[in-house]
């Protein structure tokens, strides 16, 4: 069993920075792949970024490519989400996830364990 506890979300303004973070309890963090994940009112959550169980391979979606960084620290056991420029379509609450598997999924159904989330807001 794994419990992750995001923060770091707030009200910001356009072109903004926030990093968030997610501290996973636990001593097997670094068996896990990791992810964040976003859900803005009344759209579907979407992968944002994934992470490798090392931290040397990631993914990030199109729409932040560019503008967010996802890292990690084992030795913490917390995975981090630099995010710059931000954008008022970055509005959503921001999920951190858990998976086994290797690499870094990119598919919410890939992953076991959740966060409970935290706001960010952006405004214009």
């Known amino acids: 069993q794994v419990n992750l506890v995001e923060s770091g979300g707030r009200l910001v303004q356009a072109g903004d920075s926030l990093r968030l973070s997610c501290v996973a309890s636990g001593r097997t963090f670094s068996t896990y792949s990791m992810g964040w994940f976003r859900q803005a009112p009344g759209k579907e959550r979407e992968i944002v970024a994934s992470?490798?169980?090392?931290?040397?391979?990631?993914y990030h979606a199109d729409s932040v490519q560019g503008r967010f960084i996802i890292s990690r620290s084992n030795a913490q056991n917390t995975v981090y989400l630099q995010m710059n420029s931000l954008k008022p379509e970055d509005t959503a609450v921001y999920y951190c996830?858990?998976?086994?598997?290797?690499?870094?999924?990119?598919?919410?159904?890939?992953?076991?364990?959740w966060g409970q989330g935290t706001q960010v807001t952006v405004s214009s």
């Open positions: 996830a858990a998976s086994h598997v290797i690499g870094y999924p990119t598919s919410g159904a890939r992953y076991v364990y």
């Open positions: 992470i490798n169980q090392s931290g040397g391979a990631t």
